[in-house]
């Protein structure tokens, strides 16, 4: 009679815990099943809100459930970072990580997160340094520009645009020891200037020097491959490692797709799902249809895993350097 008693006993007990148990697994099966917010730090209607929408409905496709596009803007894309890197570890908050905005704010603005407490899905845009020279200084590449500058000391007018751009031009004028005239300029200003004949040198972006693109000669990208609206002008590693035995840091406009650190903790499996579903549609022959039509194909990329990882830590570190300096 006891051990009747011990099999009803846990007989009953099993009973009321299959109700209980049954809706966790199957949420942790069936993920996602509600709707995925992506976070963008910046304005409605600006190329980080296009950047995101152009993945939105594949991802809604590939998962079963609707993306929502949330823009939260504010210093300088902190607000929209701090939203990502506190949300949930649970797959359902995304967002675009901008740099070199990442980096400064936890440089500049003490945000109290660095690169590492991301998890990248993969960088998928990146406007990269474009130098632009007058064509009648004869420059075919970086290394025309290096050799004339140093012999020439004070002889050349070099401009960048702020930011990424200057940051290039800076690292170059250091790293080579170079005395030239230099000039910031916030954007159209500089290009302004160049096309004025104010400036021989022009560090510029490839999307925004296209309206440079008749009146001068591209001497390089500093970016690992040629861009594609630019196939002329040599990466800077094409030039530099043959001839200086120098890599050159990669300085871009990047943006990536990612969320919290601790997702790869708690919901690993999740976090692989949704990089499968991003991969599939960043490949698919109608994406890049898309991506054509809204005119980003120049800065169209896809770096993921730990090379992701290391070029954006590599950008931090970088950027670490013009702070202290």
């Not at 690169?115 to 340094?129: C, H």
Request: with cysteine; net charge negative.
């Amino acid at each position: 009679m006891r051990r009747m008693n011990k099999m009803l006993t846990a007989l009953l007990l099993f009973c009321f815990l299959v109700p209980v148990l049954t809706p966790a697994a199957e949420a942790a099966d069936n993920f996602p099943n509600r709707p995925m917010r992506w976070i963008v730090g910046r304005e409605a209607g600006g190329s980080m809100e296009r950047t995101v929408r152009l993945y939105e409905k594949g991802l809604e496709e590939a998962l079963g459930v609707p993306q929502l596009v949330e823009c939260r803007p504010g210093a300088a894309m902190q607000v929209g970072h701090t939203l990502i890197q506190t949300a949930a570890p649970d797959g359902y908050t995304w967002g675009i990580l901008g740099m070199p905005h990442l980096a400064l704010n936890h440089f500049t603005q003490n945000a109290p997160f660095t690169i590492d407490d991301f998890a990248v899905l993969a960088i998928v845009n990146s406007d990269p340094t474009l130098v632009n020279v007058q064509p009648e200084t004869g420059f075919k590449d970086i290394g025309d520009f290096i050799d004339y500058a140093q012999k020439n000391p004070g002889k050349i007018r070099v401009g960048a645009t702020s930011g990424v751009s200057e940051y290039a031009a800076l690292w170059m004028i250091d790293k080579f020891k170079l005395d030239v005239a230099f000039v910031r300029y916030d954007g159209s200003p500089g290009r302004a200037a160049f096309l004025g004949k104010h400036i021989d040198v022009y560090f510029g972006a490839v999307v925004s020097n296209e309206e440079l693109r008749d009146f001068s000669t591209a001497i390089g990208v500093m970016w690992p491959e040629r861009n594609i609206a630019w196939p002329e002008a040599p990466t800077f590693d094409e030039i530099l490692k043959p001839k200086y035995n120098m890599e050159s840091p990669y300085l871009s406009s990047m943006r990536s797709l990612g969320t919290t650190r601790k997702i790869l903790d708690e919901n690993p499996e999740r976090f692989q799902k949704v990089y499968d579903a991003l991969y599939k549609v960043h490949h698919a022959p109608e994406f890049k249809e898309e991506v054509e039509k809204a005119g980003f194909t120049p800065v169209l990329t896809w770096v993921s895993g730990e090379q992701a990882m290391k070029t954006l830590r590599d950008y931090s570190d970088f950027i670490k350097t013009i702070v202290v300096k």
